[in-house]
């Protein structure tokens, strides 16, 4: 049973599912799945835009049929898989696949050089008044503060196998976020930051400062997400908060005038922080200072000002 869904971990959470419902059903066919059928996890990667009635028309005008199911995505694709395979496996390698003993180094891999890089560009760049990944990477800053998140602060927290190149690959999804065919918008990535701060960005911040270290764009990230939910971006325009956990942020918004007031009530919701980030004085007075430039100087002097390298 391949599981091909974009979560961590993929056949572990396939396995637990088929097993849980397969008990409810005949507590011997649970056993029998148990013993024989094998759940690789998989990753897949490639950036896919939401549908667009201009992409869609498009690839009618290609196909010479209408496809509501179409979908246009970059020429890059990457797809790791468990070898872990009951009875052999298809040759799927011949033709692109990776088949690997541990698939999780891959995925952090993408959480925190592909994923953590897009949801940077998203908040900082939409802020700014940027509509796409693209246009925001036009932006020399945008780009050299990216690639300089990759190297500098992402990468140093992943242990990789032998032969992969963590230097080559953010070159390349530099190269992958700056296709102006791939019209990706910020506001569809911003979506949803509650469920993805933890993963791309907190994680590996949580590494950093246990080592006494203090990555200034990892927390502008954070500080980022933090301004782009009150709302509004720097040129006064409404910005519509897509989050289960945006009536929320409204309240805070609502209740706190003070960066600090802020910084500290949003620090405050574990389920986003849990308890630890907001113990770190050092992170929390970073993070407010951050915040407390984004709101003065806005989000390209903020990022020319820490001066990426």
Same mark, same amino acid.
């Given at each position: 049973?391949?599981?091909?869904?974009?979560?961590?971990?993929?056949?572990?959470?396939?396995?637990? $599912?088929?097993?849980?419902?397969?008990?409810?059903?005949?507590?011997?066919?649970? &056993?029998?799945?148990?013993?024989?059928?094998?759940?690789?996890?998989?990753?897949?990667?490639?950036?896919?835009?939401?549908?667009?009635?201009?992409?869609?028309? &498009?690839?009618?005008?290609?196909?010479?049929?209408? +496809?509501?199911?179409?979908? $246009?995505?970059?020429?890059?694709?990457?797809?790791?898989?468990?070898?872990?395979?009951?009875?052999?496996?298809?040759?799927?390698?011949?033709?692109?696949?990776?088949?690997?003993?541990?698939?999780?180094?891959?995925?952090?891999?993408?959480?925190?050089?592909?994923?953590?890089?897009? *949801?940077?560009?998203?908040?900082?760049?939409?802020?700014?008044?940027?509509?796409?990944?693209? =246009?925001?990477?036009?932006?020399?800053?945008?780009? =050299?503060?990216?690639?300089?998140?990759?190297? +500098?602060?992402?990468?140093?927290?992943?242990?990789?196998?032998?032969?992969?190149?963590?230097?080559?690959?953010?070159?390349?999804?530099?190269?992958?976020?700056?296709?102006?065919?791939?019209?990706?918008?910020?506001? &569809?990535?911003?979506? +949803?930051?509650?469920?993805?701060?933890?993963?791309?960005?907190?994680? *590996?911040?949580?590494?950093?400062?246990?080592?006494?270290?203090?990555?200034?764009?990892?927390?502008?990230?954070?500080?980022?997400?933090?301004?782009?939910?009150?709302?509004?971006?720097?040129?006064?325009?409404?910005?519509?908060?897509?989050?289960?956990?945006?009536?929320?942020?409204?309240?805070?918004?609502?209740?706190?005038?003070?960066?600090?007031?802020?910084?500290?009530?949003?620090?405050?919701?574990?389920?986003?922080?849990?308890?630890?980030?907001?113990?770190?004085?050092?992170?929390?007075?970073?993070?407010?200072?951050?915040?407390?430039?984004?709101?003065?100087?806005? =989000?390209?002097?903020?990022?020319?000002?820490?001066?990426?390298?």
């Amino acid at each position: 049973m391949l599981s091909c869904d974009n979560v961590r971990e993929n056949g572990h959470v396939a396995r637990t $599912a088929v097993l849980q419902l397969a008990a409810a059903r005949d507590q011997q066919l649970a &056993q029998w799945i148990d013993a024989n059928v094998t759940f690789p996890c998989t990753m897949v990667d490639r950036i896919v835009p939401a549908a667009t009635e201009q992409a869609l028309e &498009q690839i009618a005008d290609q196909l010479g049929v209408y +496809d509501p199911c179409a979908i $246009a995505c970059e020429p890059f694709r990457q797809w790791v898989i468990e070898d872990n395979f009951v009875n052999g496996r298809p040759d799927w390698d011949r033709v692109g696949a990776q088949f690997v003993s541990d698939v999780k180094p891959f995925e952090l891999m993408k959480l925190r050089m592909l994923n953590a890089s897009h *949801s940077f560009l998203a908040y900082l760049g939409c802020l700014g008044g940027y509509d796409t990944i693209a =246009a925001t990477m036009a932006n020399p800053a945008w780009r =050299a503060a990216t690639l300089s998140l990759m190297l +500098d602060e992402q990468a140093p927290t992943l242990t990789m196998p032998p032969g992969i190149d963590l230097n080559a690959y953010a070159q390349r999804l530099i190269e992958r976020f700056a296709n102006p065919s791939l019209r990706h918008l910020t506001r &569809q990535i911003a979506m +949803d930051g509650s469920q993805k701060l933890p993963q791309r960005l907190l994680d *590996s911040l949580r590494q950093h400062l246990a080592q006494g270290q203090l990555p200034p764009l990892l927390i502008l990230g954070v500080a980022g997400w933090m301004r782009y939910i009150s709302g509004t971006d720097q040129q006064g325009g409404a910005i519509e908060v897509i989050d289960p956990l945006a009536p929320q942020f409204k309240a805070i918004h609502q209740q706190y005038a003070s960066a600090p007031e802020r910084v500290g009530a949003l620090l405050a919701i574990e389920a986003i922080f849990a308890h630890d980030l907001s113990g770190n004085q050092d992170f929390v007075n970073a993070l407010t200072d951050a915040y407390q430039q984004l709101l003065a100087q806005g =989000a390209q002097a903020t990022l020319q000002g820490l001066r990426p390298h």
